[in-house]
């Protein structure tokens, strides 16, 4: 009997330990394609707040570093660096190959562009005439007939009056494509301007042309009204490029100043002139280069000055003598225009004005050199852009 009664005992105890014993939560399997849910908190369970850490100004100073500076070495490490401190570099390093067309197809084709859109590029090259010649003015033509007087004089005291129409018209274009037919007494309030409408002129072209490639056919209309977006950092950029410009500028100021002191009739000291001279022409060169695709670069949606200087230095490094030889040739394409377009005006112009007496107070030339000085710059800003978006597809394989 007191066997049977301590078995009894024992499993009363056992049945209150199974009883006190906490059950474990049911598992179900998920259904397929269902994640298991993760175990519910009790709602008797409260969450106690944990305490923030008190940081000083110092200890925020340090963490705002730090951050900067890990921004600043992410920066560097995806920036293109073709050369290395006290290292050789080899040009098998730091040759980049590009697949842009040559000069000529390059020219031709930025005149089939404009050419083929002529509906958009007319009436905007008549709206900036005209604003120009409200804001700016129009170069006088008292001062024309100074030159054309001046060249007609020269004309019959050296030349001895050999000097034909067509070497007459080259003289004045010469002596007046300087001016770019603007008023060449303009102040300081038509210098700001000009300006203003040079950097009008970029944009919208840009941002045509940047639809135009998107297969989209925007109005003129739309351009004026929405190109205007990243005219502060174009400003930037251009205040850049003024700072970059300063050797040249230097360059022609002692230029003067050695002229006019006979510094540069002793042959050392122009050899060394020169030197310095070419040395701050090349400086000049080589930041401009980068630059000039960084106003490209900023007129991108969301494109900050600073994004856009890096990002063009990283598509023109290795690659800044194609693009100076690029330039060049723009040039030298510009100075054809004006002389293919000008000459035959100036020669009209001489022509008429010596038949009909009552023409001689009208300014044809002036007005034709500010049309063609307007329909010069949208072509320059063609031809940059063009290369710069050839740059860009080769080096990302996306387009803006």
Known sequence: MAKTSSKKAKSRKSQKRQLTKPKAPQ???????????????????????????????????????????????????????????????????????????????????????????????????????????????????????????????????????????????????????????????????????????????????????????????????????????????TIIIFIVIFIQAIPIMLVLITYSAAVSTNFLTTPFYALVYFIFAALMILLSMYMLSSSLMALAAVTAPGVYPVAALGSAADITAGRRTRIIIRLFYLFLVIGLVYVVIMLPIILIDLGLKSAFSWLAGWPIVPFFLLVVTC?????ATTYIYRYYRWLLEYDEKSTL
Request: proline share 4%; hydrophobic share 45%.
């Open 27 to 233: 598992t179900f399997a998920p259904a397929k394609g269902l994640k298991p849910e993760a175990p519910k908190e009790s709602r008797t369970e409260e969450k106690t707040p944990i305490p923030k850490a008190k940081t000083s100004s110092k200890n925020w100073f340090i963490c705002q570093a730090q951050t900067l500076r890990a921004k600043n070495r992410k920066f560097r490490s995806e920036r293109v660096r073709l050369h290395k401190s006290f290292k050789r570099s080899y040009r098998e390093e730091y040759l980049r190959k590009t697949q842009t067309p040559g000069l000529l197809n390059h020219a031709v084709s930025t005149f089939q562009v404009i050419f083929k859109n002529w509906k958009v590029f007319v009436p905007f090259i008549a709206i900036m005439v005209v604003l120009y010649i409200i804001l700016v003015g129009l170069l006088s033509e008292n001062l024309y007939q100074q030159f054309q007087n001046a060249i007609s004089e020269s004309n019959a005291q050296l030349a001895g009056n050999e000097l034909g129409n067509f070497a007459t018209a080259s003289l004045l274009l010469i002596s007046t494509i300087t001016t770019g037919g603007f008023d060449a007494g303009m102040d300081e309030v038509g210098m700001v301007f000009m300006v203003e409408l040079f950097l009008v002129m970029w944009l919208v072209t840009i941002f045509l042309l940047r639809h135009y490639y998107s297969g989209s056919r925007p109005k003129l209309r739309d351009a004026l009204y929405n190109a205007m977006t990243p005219f502060i950092s």
């Open 375 to 379: 329909f010069v710059f949208i072509y």
